[in-house]
């Protein structure tokens, strides 16, 4: 069991912890969750050992090991699998002495030892967990040096989950993960056999590999049972309760002020305003929950293009003399809000690249709207940030001519306010770099924007903003993220990404994380399995863009009758209403007629969805 006991640590003067106590049981998963800057990182490094604290303690079951990721892995020329079976410390050096010992019992002793810890099967291990992460077969054979930072970021996970440490600590594990990568760790944690701790801000994550969530707040640690679903529940009905007895505390203060103010001067009052006095002095305020600094995403909202505002005709993209993707038949609507699906090295930030016009064709042809804007995000956006330089400056640099007052309300729009403004921003947080590179992304309100893992670095409450603002943007969106929540939210398209070439994808995503977590994505295959009956031949462009007016056309009615119904019922609760029986009458048989025509609409509705949905899978 981890137990900290009225734990208290300052850092400058500043307090991150009084008297903080928790007490986690062995095996158990647990998600650290609090406000940002609120000491996460740092309680993590107290647990280590690597601070020492200005009172309380930790303590932990003796010869516990304690494993997290600290760094990425050295870039040598080490092969991955080897960097990641060197993680096992305990392993390597018995392996090490084993081919040196000559004292017989020694022999022994260590072949026992290897035994017992499962040194033989450890290579299948170690290479399960890196292709878990995305590392096929084929790769785990090249040097580390091969391989970008984010990716032996990966290996350095790879390798602390190989070592199966006593307690797990775990800082944003997925902010280096692509939606496989995610679903993965999330199942493999949820079996993982020892204690783990979580620093997270994906939601899926927090609600399916956790079983308790441990707060962080005002100094504090609560222990909240359940995932983090049920956490957001708990935490809302006790501040919720909290803010009626402050309330109430306060109606009661103000009523026992108002006695002695009226009565301490009179004699035949004098024991009673004394008595309230001795009352107030006494009482212990309860102070109503602070309500969390929120700041949404503004996006500007491009003006409407026809449709499409893109298309691709038998393209073919790649690098170099390889083609990654191949037949491309795709069409962008200014209302499309796609998601793409894939797993890793398939082509889907292949295909990001080149609808933001960052790759050219191999072969083939794409159609752009002459006055198309698109506004790109990818992950590595944030690290190419100029650290010297303030993002007041990032942004005076896209528009020159603005004044100052307009270059500070563009950064406010994204929750970087005053003091974040002319900071550095190597000095800024990394939710607060990810704020900025999608200020720059969106500043000129594209029509279509894409974005590349656009959560890694956001805390939850910015997700949500982020979540908002898509749904609230009227151009296209198309998203790559291990976010699932994100993606279940913002998008109503699907893309498979796969076998280089993209199709939809005509299951929902809950069926796609049942299926990457089985193992085989063709469980849920990207087209309906073909029927005895011949496939509906596919309708030409034209005649889908008809069905897409239609549905809108048919969901516009719909409003404008719920609409109606709203109004005229309004009307009839006034009862001034009824003093001219000619207007009540007539207002009732609009009423019932708008009320009859509401289903016959929806249905009609449902119909053209329908049809659109076969035409588009066709």
């Known amino acids: 069991m981890l137990r900290i006991d009225v734990l208290s640590y300052s850092i400058a003067g500043r307090p991150l912890f009084e008297h903080a106590s928790a007490a986690i049981p062995g095996g158990h998963k647990v998600g650290l969750v609090g406000p940002n800057g609120a000491g996460k990182t740092t309680l993590f490094k107290l647990i280590r050992g690597e601070l020492a604290l200005d009172g309380g303690s930790i303590t932990l079951p003796s010869r516990a090991r304690i494993g997290g990721v600290a760094q990425e892995s050295a870039a040598t020329d080490r092969s991955v699998l080897d960097t990641v079976l060197a993680a096992d410390t305990e392993r390597h050096a018995l392996l090490s002495e084993s081919e040196t010992a000559t004292d017989p019992h020694r022999i022994a002793e260590i072949q026992t030892r290897l035994a017992d810890i499962d040194a033989w099967s450890a290579e299948g291990r170690a290479s399960a967990i890196l292709q878990g992460l995305g590392f096929p077969p084929e790769d785990q054979a090249r040097p580390t040096g091969d391989f970008s930072g984010g990716w ?239 993002p007041l400056a990032h942004v005076r640099r896209l528009r020159p001519d603005e004044n100052p007052a307009r270059l500070r309300a563009r950064l406010a729009g994204f929750g970087l306010m005053e003091a974040q403004a002319e900071t550095r921003v190597g000095a800024l947080s990394g939710g607060q770099k990810a704020r900025l590179s999608l200020l720059l992304a969106t500043i000129d309100a594209p029509h279509l924007l894409i974005l590349d893992e656009p959560t890694n670095h956001l805390d939850i409450e910015s997700r949500e903003a982020l979540t908002e603002a898509l749904n609230d943007y009227t151009g296209a969106v198309v998203l790559v993220s291990h976010d699932m929540h994100l993606l279940e939210l913002v998008a109503d398209r699907l893309w498979l990404v796969a076998d280089g070439a993209v199709r939809p994808y005509a299951e929902d995503l809950e069926t796609y994380r049942r299926s990457l977590l089985a193992g085989d994505t063709a469980a849920a295959p990207a087209e309906p399995a073909p029927a005895a009956k011949p496939a509906p031949k596919r309708l030409s462009r034209d005649a889908i863009l008809d069905l ?47 009320t009859a025509a509401l289903p016959r609409a929806e249905a009609l509705w449902m119909e053209a969805l329908e049809r659109l949905e076969a035409a588009e899978k066709a």
């Open 152 to 390: 032996r970021m990966r290996m350095a996970l790879a390798g602390v989950l190989f070592a199966q440490p006593d307690l797990l600590l775990l800082d944003e594990p997925t902010n280096y993960l692509d939606l496989e990568g995610a679903l993965w760790l999330e199942g493999y944690l949820a079996r993982y056999p020892h204690t783990v701790i979580i620093i997270s801000h994906d939601r899926g994550l927090l609600n399916r590999a956790v079983g308790a969530i441990m707060h962080l707040d005002d100094r504090k640690l609560t222990l909240y049972s359940g995932g983090y679903d049920a956490f957001a529940r708990a935490r809302a009905e006790r501040r919720a309760l909290q803010a009626a007895e402050a309330k109430k505390q306060e109606a009661r203060r103000a009523h026992l002020q108002s006695f002695v103010d009226r009565f301490r001067a009179k004699a035949s009052k004098a024991v009673q305003a004394q008595s309230r006095i001795k009352a107030l002095a006494k009482m212990e305020p309860i102070t109503a929950p602070e309500e969390a600094k929120f700041h949404r995403f503004t996006f500007p909202q491009p003006d409407q293009l026809s449709p499409p505002i893109l298309s691709l005709d038998n393209v073919a993209v790649g690098y170099g003399d390889r083609a990654v993707l191949r037949r491309l038949e795709l069409r962008i609507d200014q209302d499309d809000r796609i998601a793409l699906l894939g797993r890793n090295g398939q082509g889907k930030s292949t295909l990001s690249k080149l609808l933001a016009d960052r790759l050219p064709v191999m072969e083939g042809r794409v159609t752009r709207s002459s006055k198309l804007r698109v506004g790109y995000f990818a992950q590595h956006q944030v690290d190419e940030l100029h650290l010297d330089e303030t």
């Open 548 to 594: 897409r007016a239609e549905v809108r056309r048919s969901e516009e009615r719909v409003e404008k009758i719920s609409d109606m119904l709203d109004r005229i019922a309004r009307k009839m609760a006034d009862p001034a209403l009824y003093n001219d029986p000619h207007e009540a009458k007539l207002l009732g048989r609009k009423h019932a007629e708008a």
